[in-house]
């Protein structure tokens, strides 16, 4: 499945969530096999020609769309009540140039609408249904923040890691080592600002935590990622400097110290550490 593609199960039933535009679409098709798995067109078909629906997803196409056909839609809305009269999704998307649902085609094809027109004809289907669906969907929508703000403070850490790698090529490493030498070196300077921190080196970390999958920096908290971008930076201007090794390992512990002191009383962090629901383990 693509990246951009979610999926939440409702009651037994997978709905495919797709990105478009920048917004949030749900598979009502998929929402749909819950009334009938054998008919989803004619279930979208029969809630489309409803007026009350009509009305519903209009205002919200001019809510939301420029370009909808205001005119179309008016006359969509008189014929609907009148015998016979059925609207599909492909009338009309084409009629009114919507926006609100779309149509996919390939894997993960079908009817898709936008997550406000979407609860609505969850709604139609079944109110409990539609608890189940905004709260499922209300998760979700809290785990991408979770994982977004995880990744913006790992990314960060990685580009700090950049500038303290330079300074030890700069700085620490010989000319004509050997690749594996030079791996020894930078693994020797991670370990400097893992033992200030975390009190042990990456090696020790894996022993103790064999099960854990990804090292000892995956499982800092918030309040240590920080610690750490700010040891990083200051580990490249000491190496500048020219301060042994064992200098510097008593120096960034000392500043550890003092910044983890701060970072655990600032109510801010906690909040983000609360949110990441880690730390070492």
């Known amino acids: ?15 495919t969530i797709v990105k478009s535009n920048k917004e949030d679409y749900i598979s ?35 809510m939301h769309n420029p370009d909808f056909n205001v005119t179309e839609f008016r006359n969509i809305r008189n014929e609907s009540g009148s015998n016979g009269f ?11 140039n919507a926006i609100g649902i779309i149509s996919k085609a390939g894997r993960y094809g ?29 998760r979700l929508k809290e785990e991408e923040q979770k994982q977004l703000g995880w990744d913006i403070r790992r990314n960060l850490t990685k580009i700090n890691y950049r500038i303290h790698t ?17 791996s020894f070196v930078y693994a020797s300077e991670a370990d400097v600002l893992n033992m200030a921190l975390f009190g042990k080196t990456a090696k020790q970390w894996r022993d103790e935590n064999h099960i854990e999958k990804g090292n000892i920096r995956d499982y800092a908290n918030v309040s240590q990622l920080v610690c750490l971008a700010n040891l990083e930076n200051l580990n490249a201007v000491f190496i500048n400097e020219g301060y042994e090794q064992n200098t510097r390992l008593k120096k960034l512990n000392q500043i550890a110290i003092q ?23």
């Open 1 to 15: 499945m693509s990246k951009k593609n979610k999926k939440i199960e409702i009651k037994g039933s997978e709905i």
């Open 28 to 62: 009502i098709t998929d929402i749909a096999k819950y009334k009938n798995p054998e008919a989803t067109g004619l279930v979208i078909s029969h809630w489309l020609s409803n007026r009350y629906s009509i009305e519903f997803i209009g205002l919200w196409e001019k």
């Open 86 to 96: 059925i609207l599909s999704s492909k009338n009309w998307i084409n009629s009114t």
């Open 110 to 138: 079908g009817t898709y609408a936008h997550k406000d027109i979407a609860f609505e004809f969850a709604s139609w289907i079944s109110a409990e249904f539609k608890l189940y669906l905004i709260k499922e969907f209300q």
């Open 166 to 182: 330079d300074a030890i090529k700069e700085n620490l490493i010989p000319k004509n080592l050997s690749k594996k030498q030079i």
């Open 259 to 281: 910044q983890m002191k701060i970072l655990l009383q600032d109510h801010t962090v906690k909040v983000f550490n609360n949110k990441k629901g880690g730390g070492n383990k």
